[in-house]
Structures are given as structure tokens and as C-alpha cells.
């Protein structure tokens, strides 16, 4: 297993374009998050899916984010109309979910996809 | 609403010597996990530790081990024997009640830990 993998790395697009990020998560693991992290903070949630359901949405994304994961295997998150503050590191996390246990629950991140929004 | 605090932004250690990186958490929940995360200059971000709120001893895993102290909200990494590689951006992060079903982090701003040759 290759872990969690993340792509584009790097985007770097004009205000108002959409851009898409895509994440494989590991194969037997149920649950994908993702995640935002803006320069010198630490991540903020912004969305999970048990599955393909999407199940909990931060007030952070707004409507020009949609993120889906059909089948509930890989994840896209789509920004729309970019802006300058999107500019940010989008993480993606995934976790083999087994119950209430937290300890059952541990978050393995891919290595991030950088947006920068000039 | 939970918080968590690491009041250090940066640490600077010589090699071999051991470090704390400190961490004050916020929570109403009786039942709760904090974990740290290592993310190195690559981005990705490297599960070190978990605590559990009704876990008696300090977690350790090899060099890593968790001072927490419940009464005092407070879950401190320590690092033994600390190595170049260990130079890092540390998180710490708490899982809200297993009750609740998103079971996800919230992070601190982080400590950038640097180790001296």
C-alpha cells in the first residue's frame, strides 16, 4: 500500500478558474477527510465521507467548494471562481473507522496539493 | 468548543539532547484523543502519538513518549535523544467524543522544531 496520495502537488491558477484536486485514499480505508492549511496554521477541517456519503460539511466551504467520492474510493474537491484567500495547502486524510474507539481511529495524510491563486 | 494551545512557534535543540513541545488542550468531553502529528518540509503530515482521556499510563512509541496531565489539560510531547531528522513543524490535535460521528481533529498552530548538528 502506497499510503494516501494526493495530486496535482502544486497548482497555481488566475482568480476566478476552477480548480480540482483529486485523492486516493488507502484502498481499505472507509472514512476521507480533507482538510485546509493556510501559512504557519494548523489544519482545518473541511468536509468527511463515511463511504460516499458525505456526512459533515465545515462552515469553512463554502458553496464555491464541492468535494465528492463516488463509489467511495478516490475524492475530488472542487474550488470554483478561485480567490486569493483560497490560496492554501489542501490535505486529504483517510481512516479505517471501526467504531467509537478513538484510538481506532488514526488519521494517515497524503503529502498536500499547494493551491496558490494569483 | 474545543481549543488547543502549543505556545511555542519555534524550538531550537542540539542533537542527541531530549525536547518537550508542549500542548494545553480545551474540552467539556470526558471521553477525548490527542494525537501528534509531524509534518516535515514535504507537507505530509506523520501520526506520532495517541493519548486516550482514560488511558492511565503516557502513551510511548520509541523515541516519542506524551506527558499528559489531565488535570492540567495539558499533553506534552517529548522527544529522547533527538536527531536531525526530527526537525519538523509538531502538531498537536484532539478528537472530539467518540459519541459525535465526524471523529475529527482539531490542530494547534504548531511548534517548528529545529535540531542543531
Known amino acids: 500500500d502506497t499510503g494516501v496520495s494526493q495530486d496535482p502537488r502544486h497548482k497555481i491558477t488566475k482568480r476566478g478558474q476552477n480548480v480540482t484536486f483529486r485523492c486516493d485514499p488507502i484502498?481499505?480505508?472507509?472514512?476521507l477527510y480533507w482538510y485546509r492549511q493556510t501559512l504557519g496554521q494548523g489544519p482545518e477541517f473541511l468536509t468527511y465521507?463515511?463511504?460516499?456519503?458525505?456526512?459533515?460539511k465545515s462552515r469553512l466551504l463554502s458553496d464555491r467548494f464541492s468535494a465528492e467520492r463516488p463509489k467511495g474510493s478516490f475524492s475530488t474537491l472542487e474550488i470554483q471562481r478561485t480567490e486569493q484567500g483560497d490560496s492554501a495547502m489542501y490535505l486529504c486524510?483517510?481512516?479505517?473507522?471501526?467504531?467509537?474507539?478513538?484510538?481506532?481511529?488514526?488519521?494517515?495524510f497524503g503529502a498536500g496539493s499547494r493551491l496558490t491563486v494569483l | 468548543a474545543q481549543k488547543i494551545t502549543q505556545t511555542q512557534p519555534g524550538m531550537f535543540v542540539q542533537e542527541k539532547e531530549a525536547v518537550t513541545l508542549d500542548c494545553t488542550y480545551d474540552?467539556?468531553?470526558?471521553?477525548?484523543?490527542l494525537f501528534w502529528y509531524k509534518q516535515p518540509s514535504s507537507g505530509e503530515m506523520i501520526f506520532l502519538i495517541y493519548?486516550?482521556?482514560?488511558?492511565?499510563q503516557n502513551a510511548t512509541e520509541g523515541r516519542y513518549s506524551l506527558n499528559f496531565q489531565k488535570a492540567r489539560k495539558s499533553a506534552n510531547l517529548v522527544i529522547s535523544a533527538s536527531q536531525l531528522g526530527d526537525s519538523a513543524m509538531y502538531f498537536c490535535?484532539?478528537?472530539?467524543?467518540?459519541?459525535?460521528?465526524?471523529?475529527?481533529?482539531?490542530f494547534g498552530q504548531g511548534t517548528r522544531l529545529t535540531i542543531n548538528p
Open positions: 486524510a483517510s481512516s479505517n473507522y471501526r467504531g467509537r474507539a478513538p484510538g481506532a481511529n488514526v488519521l494517515t
Open positions: 484502498s481499505e480505508h472507509n472514512r
Open positions: 465521507f463515511q463511504n460516499e456519503a458525505q456526512l459533515e
Open positions: 474540552t467539556s468531553d470526558q471521553s477525548y484523543g
Open positions: 493519548q486516550g482521556s482514560y488511558d492511565e
Open positions: 490535535a484532539m478528537r472530539e467524543n467518540p459519541a459525535r460521528r465526524a471523529q475529527k481533529l482539531v
